[in-house]
């Protein structure tokens, strides 16, 4: 087995991957493993696919927002809509404002992901999921407070999803 944990560092030697320097280490052997070119070039390459699994793959924007593809099949996407509501309506001892769809994300997942939602303006309220996404769309908003807000107020709502693209 190839321990690259406990071997050597060569000082001055490196290898380039995408663009990013690493350094060279002289891997310890440990069991009945020769260190032959075939066993080097497999670790060599193990380190490459375990580099490639952090590495971002894409990343980009449209009208939905922005993404994020990690090598290991990780996304994570984050929208932000701003909205005018007045907080009047009543939900037990609470006060709502029902903001609804939200629009889509900016890229579809391949099962639902997990979602935060927060609501940020000048007068506090908290964003509520109002039911469930779906891959390609989070789940209706609504604003909520603790106390009526008979006034109009710009809110943004900022969603981040985490879930997978592969």
Do not use: H
Not at 6 to 20: D, E, P, R
Not at 42 to 62: M, P
Not at 64 to 76: A, E, F, H, L, S
């Amino acid at each position: 087995m190839v321990n690259f944990e406990n071997g050597t560092l060569i000082k001055g030697a490196y290898v380039v991957i995408n663009g990013v320097e690493y350094p060279v280490v002289m891997p310890a052997i440990t069991g009945d493993t020769p260190m032959s070119a075939e066993n080097l070039n497999k670790a060599q390459n193990d380190l490459y696919d375990e580099i490639n699994l952090k590495a971002i793959v894409e990343s980009g924007s449209n009208a939905n927002g922005t993404y994020i593809k990690y090598g290991d099949g990780t996304m994570i996407v984050n929208k932000k809509i701003t909205t005018t509501k007045t907080i009047n309506g009543t939900w037990g001892n609470l006060y709502i404002a029902n903001v609804g769809n939200i629009g889509d994300y900016p890229v579809e997942f391949i099962e639902p992901p997990q979602v935060a939602i927060f609501a940020y303006g000048s007068q506090s309220a908290i964003a509520m999921n109002g039911g469930t996404g779906t891959r390609l769309r989070p789940p209706p908003v609504d604003l909520v407070r603790g106390e009526i807000l008979n006034t109009a107020v710009n809110y943004t709502i900022d969603v981040t999803a985490i879930g997978k693209w592969k």
